[in-house]
């Protein structure tokens, strides 16, 4: 009997035997509920890193692994990314559709009236060092937003929670934007919000009061492909922080602090940073096969950055795109041959043929590329997981706000295998040997 068709599973402890149910949902494995495991067994599962365990049921956004599909509310990512923008792809996310017209027109409005943010938020910028990493200004930042919006009904109103998104999503480009002008010392530019997202976001980073900012279209485009493509991605780590955090019913602008340092390490969004940098240590084609010796090696800690993923066992969809995008944005901006391109895609050839990556389905993921974007549009590298967190912000919000609104929802608390001293008898100091 295949286990699709299985509506339940028996498991058999020290001789009793408890019944229990699978959930089905509309696509990908079913689950085991065991939420009656430990009161029926005195049990617990195990499972670092959630290999096997699913933290919660959601209706955003599905990842089907094998087959490297990635849809948002059921809209694949490659259509999101062709037909539609950042704006619409934000209110669906938030709201399950995409937006007629006049919700789209009403949306649009909804965010841009909180792009500002408050005057004394610029103070904060000047505590930091000039050569403060961005994203730890962005923790920071983020995170002290909740002491100017501290209602503590925020969690529980469903108006107040929708206002606190609006405001997240409208006020990351700002903070970011502000993030890289205090880095390189230029004047902070407020919000046009007659400009796009993506626009806004570019001329808030690039301008200065000197010079009338021109906008390319081109850059644009660029700029809002992919914040859709980095919009959400289900239970990655910093989302399921994000959750952690809120689960608590902490204020909504310190949990998205949290999902911004969860997302800065470089096994997750602080990746495309990462790799930038090992592109540039390969720098050469005829280096390529003593890095991918060095990513075999289980000696090294050294990896292919921008390969593997915890779902993707084929191409990352994600990938395929910034890949395409990539070249798009090269030709347009009249970069003939990019030297970085040349060697990523000879990376890319020569680590597929490879058998330890077929046999590990390890494919590029979306940070592979995304890199050579940014450096393509002159964004600096430190900037690049500014960017991703810009455009997950909304993810995080629509899944934070999904939680809060489950019936169900509880505070989430794993439990471990203890492995420690067993109870012992305090020494006084002087006993000690
Ligand atoms: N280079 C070399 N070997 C690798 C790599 C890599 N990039 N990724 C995984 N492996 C090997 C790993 O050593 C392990 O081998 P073994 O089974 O012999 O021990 C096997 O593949 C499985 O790896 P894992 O670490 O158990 O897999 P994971 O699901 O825990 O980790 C990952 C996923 C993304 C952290 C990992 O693939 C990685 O470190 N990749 C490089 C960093 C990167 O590109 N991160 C961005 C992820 S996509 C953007 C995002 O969502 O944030």
């Known amino acids: 009997m295949s286990h699709e068709s299985l509506k339940t599973v028996q498991l058999t402890v020290g001789g009793k035997t408890i019944t229990l149910p699978i959930l089905t949902g509309t696509d990908g494995p079913s689950v085991i509920d065991i939420r009656t495991l430990y009161a029926e067994t005195g049990l617990l599962t195990y499972d670092p890193g959630f290999t096997s365990t699913?933290?919660?049921?959601?209706?955003?956004?599905?990842?089907?692994?094998?087959?490297?599909?990635?849809?948002?509310?059921?809209?694949?990512?490659?259509?999101?990314?062709?037909?539609?923008?950042?704006?619409?792809?934000?209110?669906?996310?938030?709201?399950?559709?995409?937006?007629?017209?006049?919700?789209?027109?009403?949306?649009?409005?909804d965010i841009t009236y909180h792009t500002l943010v408050h005057e004394q938020i610029s103070d904060f910028y000047s505590g930091f060092g000039r050569d403060a990493h961005p994203m730890a200004i962005m923790v920071g930042v983020v995170g002290a937003l909740s002491s100017f919006y501290h209602n503590s009904k925020e969690t529980q109103d469903e108006s107040t929670r929708e206002v606190a998104c609006w405001r997240l999503i409208?006020?990351?480009?700002?903070?970011?934007?502000?993030?890289?002008?205090?880095?390189v010392?230029?004047?902070?530019?407020?919000?046009?919000?007659?400009?796009?997202?993506a626009g806004n976001f570019l001329r808030m980073m690039f301008s200065v009061p000197s010079e009338e900012y021109?906008?390319?279209?081109?850059?644009?485009?660029?700029?809002?492909?992919?914040?859709?493509?980095?919009?959400?991605?289900?239970?990655?780590?910093?989302?399921?922080?994000?959750?952690?955090?809120?689960?608590?019913?902490?204020?909504?602008?310190?949990?998205?602090?949290?999902?911004?340092?969860?997302?800065?390490?470089p096994a997750h969004g602080g990746a495309n940073e990462a790799v930038l940098s090992m592109l540039t240590e390969i720098g050469t084609a005829d280096r390529i096969p003593e890095f991918i010796k060095r990513a075999k090696?289980?000696?090294?800690?050294?990896?292919?950055?921008?390969?593997g993923h915890r779902i993707y066992k084929n191409y990352d969809p994600r990938a395929k795109i910034m890949r395409e995008t990539c070249h798009e944005v090269l030709a347009e901006l009249g970069v003939k041959n990019d030297p970085l391109l040349t060697l990523a895609m000879e990376l890319e050839r020569i680590a597929l043929e490879d058998p330890y990556?077929?046999?590990?389905?390890?494919?590029?993921?979306?940070?592979?590329?995304?890199?050579?974007?940014?450096?393509?549009?002159?964004?600096?590298?430190?900037?690049?997981?500014?960017?991703?967190?810009?455009?997950?912000?909304?993810?995080?919000?629509?899944?934070?706000?999904e939680m809060i609104s489950d019936p169900m929802q509880k505070i989430g608390r794993p439990r471990q295998l203890y492995r420690g001293n067993i109870e012992r008898p305090f020494v006084p100091v002087e006993k000690r040997g």
């Open 170 to 183: 409208a006020k990351m480009p700002t903070l970011a934007a502000m993030a890289y002008n205090y880095s």
């Open 357 to 401: 990556f077929i046999e590990k389905k390890l494919y590029p993921n979306v940070d592979f590329y995304s890199g050579i974007i940014f450096r393509a549009m002159k964004i600096p590298v430190s900037m690049f997981t500014v960017i991703f967190a810009v455009a997950r912000t909304v993810g995080w919000v629509s899944q934070w706000r």
């Open 185 to 197: 010392g230029r004047p902070f530019t407020y919000p046009k919000n007659n400009l796009s997202y």
């Open 214 to 265: 021109i906008l390319s279209p081109v850059l644009e485009r660029a700029m809002d492909r992919i914040l859709v493509l980095h919009a959400d991605h289900e239970q990655n780590a910093s989302t399921s922080t994000v959750r952690l955090a809120g689960s608590s019913a902490a204020n909504p602008f310190a949990c998205i602090a949290s999902g911004i340092a969860a997302l800065w390490g």
């Open 54 to 109: 699913a933290s919660c049921d959601s209706t955003i956004t599905f990842i089907d692994g094998d087959k490297g599909r990635l849809l948002y509310r059921g809209y694949p990512i490659e259509q999101l990314v062709e037909q539609s923008d950042f704006m619409e792809v934000s209110y669906l996310l938030m709201y399950g559709e995409l937006p007629n017209v006049s919700q789209r027109a009403h949306f649009s409005q």
């Open 297 to 307: 090696d289980k000696n090294d800690p050294f990896r292919l950055m921008g390969f």
